[in-house]
Structure formats: C-alpha cells, structure tokens
C-alpha cells in the first residue's frame, strides 16, 4: 500500500487563488505571512505525514487501542513516537495565541497542515484535532488564571484536550443530560460519565484536558442549565507544571467500525470524592461556550472528509495505473485499467470531489480568520454571516464525500478492494464516523434551514448567491467558450438554489414538516452549487496562467468533468425538495 503524498500544488493554488492569500496577510497580526512562507510550511508539515504518519495508518488500524493497568490507554507501536516528533516540531501551535506559546498564523494556513495529518493518518490526527477545538473554546471563555495554567502546555502539545458531551441517555439532545457539578469553594466536583470521548485517555501525552458538560443542583431545565467545566486528568499547579491526579479514569474504549487507532472512550467522573472542575465561562452558559470549540471542530471534520477523499484517491489512481485487466476501447491489447472510460469516470468523480470539497473548505475557513482579523467591522459582520453558513455545509457536504469517494475507491480496485490487505477499505471504514459526529448531517441540515436561513430570512444566503453571480460574470467576461459555458451551468444552478430558498422559506410557514423534509436535500444541494462556484473560482485563475503548464490544463478538464457530472445533482436535490413533505410523513409510524 503506497504511503500518502500530500497534493502540495493544488494547496497552494487554493491558498493562492481561492480565499487570496495576500488579504489574509493584510490582516493585523499576519503581516508577516506570504506565498513562500506558506509553501514552506506545507512542504515541510508534508514531510511529517508521509515519512511518520503515513506508514503508521494500516499498522495503528491492524493494532487499534486497549486499557491496561491502572485504566491506562496504550496507543499503537509508534503513535507515541510519531507524536513527540509533532510536538517538538511545534505543529500544534499554528494558529493559536502568541502570548501562550502560539505561532499567530491563520487559521486558514493551518487548515492544509491539518489536512494532511487526516489524510495520512485520522486516527492519529484526531489527537490534535480535539485539542484544537478544547484550547478555541478555552481561548475565548476562560479565566485569565485558567489560561495561564493550562494553554501554554495544550498548545505546546504536551496536553491534549477532549470535548465531554455524550452520555449513554443523551445524544445529541442535551437537555437530558445527568453528568452533575457541585460547587466547593472555589471550584466545582464533577460526578457523571461519558461516553465516546474522543482520546479521552492515552500514553501520547503527558495530561488530558477535559471540556465537560454538567448540571449545577440549581440550574434550569432544559439546554439552559447546562455549565461547563475544565476537569484535568492532573491538576495543574500554579506554574503550569503537574499536580495532583483527579478523579477520573477511562472506564472501556469503544469497539468501532474505522479509527481503530484513536481510542473513543468511556470516562467516568468522581466515583470517589468527586473530580475536581474548574468553571468556564459562566454558571448554565456552557453549551454557549461549548460551541465556540463545536463550531470549529465542525469546519475540521468536513476537512477530514476531504482528507480521507485524497487518500483514497491517490491509492485508487495508483491501482488504475498499475492493475491490467481487459481491452479497452481504441486498444489492440490489454491494458492498464485506467484506460477504460468507466474507471476514468469513477477516478475524475473522485478527484472532482475532492478538489472542490477542498476550496470550499478553505474558503469557509478563511472567512473565520476575516471575522476574526478584519479591521472594518462591516466586513467582519459579512464574514461572520458567511462562515456560520457554510459551516455547515463543510460538516454536512464534505463529510458525504469522504465514504462516497472512498466507496468508488473500494469499487476502482473491484474485488481486491473488499479485501482488507489493499487499504481501500479502511478508508471506507474510516470515513463512515465523519457524517455522524460533531453533530450527525441531519443535525447540520436543520441548522442550515433554520437558524441559517429562515432565521435571517435568506440573508447570508443572498450574500454569498451574490458573490457566486460576481464568478459568474468575471467568467463571461473573459471571453473564452470554455468557462462561458461553464458560467451557463452554473448560472443555472444558483438560480436553482434562490429559488429553492424561497421555497423554504415560505412553504416553512405553512406546513410544519417542510423545513425538515427538505433540509437534507437543501445542504446537499447547497454543497454541490458551492463546490461548482469554487469549480469556477479555479477555472477563471487557472485560465489567466500558462497554458502549457500540465497543472493549469488539468485544473481546467477537472472543472469541466464537475459541471458536467457533478454540478446537475443539484437538479435531483431540488426536485426532491420541491415535492414537499407528503410522501415523507405519509406513512403512519406502525407501518415502519
């Protein structure tokens, strides 16, 4: 099984050409960042996941995770190792705060670098990516005292974080959730379990960092009297250094289908005296300061649907080349398989996924760094409205591709893909849990109806349909039949997804099963068109370089291949949503 090798050039070229790589380093605090600095470090970060990351991804699924000892977690042969490397390399510290030991850089310039960790190896790469989204929600809620004591050793690497919501009765609803706090004196006990956290326990570092969610004895019902606590496996001292152990341990570590080498686990919280908890942010505010980790780590599980498409396409593309079996078409003998016009479809299907999932990644991430950074606040607010949008559609759209385009991966390798020794199916496998957590699709999908379009009343819809039609007419305007007629299929489309918007947001108000018999459809829909707008993005970019460059040729056929077989599913999308909700609800509950 060939090792990953991270598509540097096609990184580039979004960084570049997609979210403008110069107005991010115009922003205060970036000024610093330029092209050749950002090719520097993604060439660099890929040399950690191809030569360290990469060849530990097969042998960490084959050896997946257990507990031992005093609830200890031991992680594969060579996790740990690779780990350290990580850390002493400070690849944990991109994005984040300088005053905590950060690099400062973008968020968007640490999103290739995370990309690559995913496709080399996921289960790894969900270590850091938790990590992540814990030091986010403590960066923008917690004390200055908790910050000091935690932050710098969390982003340094040397502690990773978890996000404790699940418990066995309470899924995604967390009104029902039991995990209790108790105040004394100047922090809370915590008492409850969890499950399918997230590298809640291991041997790859040296402290674990829990975000959990628990109800004080006089909070509300309901979401609303829900509190958040940082419970540490150690307690830190004043210093930052280790202190005291809490009391916590991991309980069992869940059998899965995929990520076999990430350990999701069952943690139990104060069977003795009670965990020690410290408060962020405000008493039953805690979901409110739960989502500014959720929110981001929502935007970095679409990324690993991107990155778990890459990967497998590159293990495809590489059997296409190499396996001979029949005579195509135009042949006089057997060939390679990638000669047969069935295969190529199946491998340009899974490369024009991928590379649009990709922009429209990035792009949705930039728009945080521009909310974030920009100095004018009218252009913050465009951004505010323009990254909680494609938020979900990132999570939802992306995170459908990853098993799609590893479904075609198993499907390209025909009968050896079903069989484990290829590596096709681990991907398959990997990719299932990506459309599940950080909030199932069907979740993202309400969210993309209700509180991101019928709230605003279309708003940021309008807004970004806007930039799409601003594509649209740079496209007319070169000239070229190419991209003209590209802008045709596009122009289509969007004026598909207006009115299919207005559907929604009318049809909702008289039927109270609309919005939710269409939200499913409406994402997908949604990610089709905005993986066509980046498509032309591209296409436009690609068309004003060298012609003779190869990369610049295949930018261009790869676009043309998503209008014409990928772009029309969004006339299936819309006609299923504009059949309403009766065939849907029609069935009585007995009858299932």
Known sequence: MADYLAPLEDMNFVLNEHLDLAALAALPGYEDLSPDLAASILEEAGKLATNVLSPLNASGDRAGVKVHGDAEVATPPGFRDAYQQFTDAGWGSLQFDPDYGGQGLPFALAIPVQEMWHAANMAWGLCPLLSQGAIEALEVNASDELKTRYLPNMISGRWNGTMNLTEPQAGSDMATLRTRAERDGDHYRIYGQKIYITWGENDMTDNVVHLVLARLPDGPPGVKGISLFLVPKFIANEDGTLGARNDLQVLSVEHKLGVHGSPTCVMSYGENEGAIGFLVGQEHRGLACMFSMMNNARLTVGLQGVSIAERAYQLARDHALERKQGVAPGETEIGNIVKHPDVRRMLLTMRALTEASRAVAYVACASVDFRNKHPDPAVRALHDARSALLTPVVKGWCTEIGPEVASLGVQVHGGMGFIEETGAAQYLRDARILPIYEGTNGIQAMDLVERKTRLDKGAAVDSLITDMRAVIASANETGQPELQTMAGQMNEAVTALE??????????????????????????????????????VASIAAAGRDASNSFTRNKLIIAAFYMDHILPRYLTHASAI??????????PEEAF
């Open 578 to 587: 504009e059949s309403g909700s009766d065939s849907i609800m029609g069935l």
């Open 499 to 536: 009115q299919i918007k207005t559907r929604i947001l009318t049809d909702s108000e008289s039927d109270i099963y609309f919005a939710g018999s269409a939200s499913f459809n409406y994402l997908m829909m949604m990610g089709v068109v905005c993986g066509g707008w980046q498509m032309l």
